[in-house]
């Protein structure tokens, strides 16, 4: 299963790395001819600084997921799985609430002469490339890692397409039907995991 998913997302994730790479570049050069100072200065700082807030963050849920493994040591596994499902569900949570901060804040500090897209574009840079940067740290045996990385690509790739074309409910809707989806599949294959561990 794991190796079905890596392979299946590995497919289809070379357009949204490319997208990753030069998507942030483009929107920090044309953000500096439009002289976009405020979303350059917090977009550098954002970038520098997200990783240590995110990881941060992230803290609650590697604790519950502790906990859960303790159990699942124990007789009592399957009282483990719960503690798996939250712990993915709170890094979700975690990442919508980033990626709202991100992109309310992108499209309510453009110059009015400022094309829409562009801060779509910053935002997309400034939310996904921290969690891109931690999740390559953790290598790619982290299939959850992984799985929330390209998921929040997707999602963040449609808001900023969608919203770049004037489709807010749709690109709300999209961001997050993916981002329920990537939980369905964490927890999936958290349970197929201790599954497999008790065998």
Do not use: R
Not at 102 to 127: D, R
Request: glycine fraction near 8%.
């Amino acid at each position: 299963m794991k190796k079905l998913l890596e392979n299946l997302i590995g497919l289809i994730s070379l357009p949204i790395m490319i997208i990753n790479t030069f998507g942030g570049i483009i929107a920090f050069v044309w953000l500096i001819i439009l002289s976009e100072w405020n979303l350059i200065i917090t977009g550098i700082v954002g970038l520098f600084a997200s990783a240590f807030i995110l990881g941060f963050a992230f803290l609650p849920a590697l604790a519950i997921q502790g906990i859960g493994w303790l159990i699942f040591k124990s007789k009592a596994k399957f009282l483990s799985y719960p503690f798996f499902i939250i712990a993915a569900l709170l890094n979700i949570l975690i990442l919508i609430l980033w990626s709202v901060l991100v992109y309310a804040y992108a499209l309510e500090n453009i110059q009015s002469s400022t094309p829409q897209v562009v801060a779509l574009l910053w935002a997309y840079g400034v939310t996904v490339g921290p969690v891109q940067w931690m999740a390559s740290k953790e290598g790619p045996a982290q299939i959850g890692s992984f799985i929330l990385t390209f998921f929040l690509s997707l999602g963040c790739l449609s808001l900023t397409l969608l919203k770049s074309l004037g489709f807010d409910y749709y690109a709300n809707v999209t961001y997050i039907s993916l981002m329920s989806f990537a939980f369905i599949i964490m927890s999936i294959i958290n349970i197929i995991g201790m599954f497999e561990k008790k065998n």
